[in-house]
C-alpha cells in the first residue's frame, strides 16, 4: 500500500537517469524515486568509510536513479552492505530484489512478517494487481524480483547491524503495518522511520518548519499501536528522522505531538462516521477540513487547489484503512 496511492502513475523517464540528490550530515544523502511525483518517495544512501547501505528502495522502476546516485557519490556497487527495508509496501521495497541484483555483496534487511514475501512476492504482486489492475500496476511498479533466502537477513526486536564499524538498531514498531520496524543510527543519533513516523511534504514547509500527518493504509492499521511506536521513536530523542515521504525533519518532539493528535483526529472522524451513508465520502471531506484548519495554523498556501493536489491521495488511503480498521473492530 502506497502513499499517492491513487494518482495516475507516470512511466519512468527515457534517456539517461539523472537523479535528485540531496545531501546531509554523517554521509546520508536522499535519492528521489520518482515514484508518482517529484519529492514524494525517497531512498537513502549511507555511506561510511567506504561502504554503504541504502534504507528502502522505491520501485523497480526506481533502480536506475538509485543506482545513478551511488555512481554520483563514488561508490562502486560491490562496497553496498545493506538494503534496509522498513517494511514491505511496494513503494519502499518494490525495487529491493532488482536492486539486489546490481548489488553483489549487498544483503536485504527485513522484518520477519515481511521476509517472506520479499523471497517469493507472488502473494503481494497478486493483492497489488487486484487492487490497480495489470496496466497501473505494471507502469507504477514494474517486474518484482524476488530475493533468495540467503540474502535475506530477518530481525528481532533490537537486532543490531553494523556499516564498517557504524552500529544501527532494528526497533519493530506496528500501527501503520505488521512489518514494519524503524532503523536508529545509534552513531549519528538518527532514525529512518518508513511510515511509522507519518510523512512531511517538503511543499508544505513554512519558514524551516514541517508539517505532519499520519499515513494509516489498509489492511494493518492500529491506532493503538501506532501510538506506542510513536511513543517509542520520541523516547529515543533522535536528532532528526528520515522519512520515505519525504526525507529529513527535525523539531521531533513537536512534530511527534502534532502526528497524535492528527492519529486521534482521524479515527474520532471515523468514528462518528461509522454508520453513515456514504461515509466514505464524508470521512474524506471531514479529513481535509481537519488538514486544512491544521494548515492555515501552518501558514500554508490557502489555496484548496493546491491542498487538493498535495492531500487528496493520501485522504483516500486513510479512508481505506480507517474503514477496514472499523470494520475489523466490529
Partial sequence: MTAGGNADPRPAPAGPVVPAV??????????????????????????HRGRAAFVDTGTTHSVPRLLAGLDAKGVPREAVD?????????????????????????????????????????????????VYGDEVYARLYGDIRPIPA?????????????????????????????????ILDRDARVLFSGDTFGISYREFDVDGRAFI????????????????????????APQAVFLTHYSRIVEIERLGRELRAGVRA??????????????AARLAGDMFEWLSTALDAHGFD???????????DDIGLNVQGLLTWLARCA
Fill in 213 to 236: 500527518m499520519p499515513t494509516m493504509p489498509p489492511t494493518q492499521f492500529d491506532p493503538e499501536q501506532m501510538h506506542a511506536s510513536i511513543d517509542r521513536i520520541l523516547a529515543l
Fill in 266 to 279: 482521524y479515527v474520532a472522524l471515523a468514528r462518528h462516521h461509522a454508520a453513515a451513508p456514504e461515509r
Fill in 150 to 182: 540467503e540474502r535475506l537477513v530477518v530481525t528481532e526486536d533490537g537486532t543490531r547491524l553494523a556499516l564498517a564499524g557504524r552500529s544501527f538498531e532494528f526497533l519493530h514498531t506496528p500501527g501503520h503495518a505488521l512489518h514494519h520496524h524503524v
Fill in 302 to 312: 490557502p489555496d484548496p487547489a493546491q491542498r487538493h493536489a498535495l492531500l487528496d
Fill in 22 to 47: 540531496e545531501d546531509y550530515p554523517d554521509g546520508i544523502s536522499s535519492i528521489d524515486t520518482g515514484y508518482v511525483r517529484p519529492r514524494l518517495d525517497a531512498s537513502h544512501l549511507i555511506v
Fill in 82 to 130: 545493506w538494503v534496509f527495508v522498513t517494511h514491505i509496501h511496494l513503494d519502499h521495497a518494490g525495487g529491493a530484489g532488482a536492486l539486489l541484483e546490481a548489488l553483489p555483496n549487498a544483503r536485504a534487511v527485513v522484518h520477519p512478517r515481511g521476509a517472506a514475501h520479499l523471497a517469493d512476492p507472488t502473494r503481494l504482486i497478486a493483492s497489488t494487481r487486484q
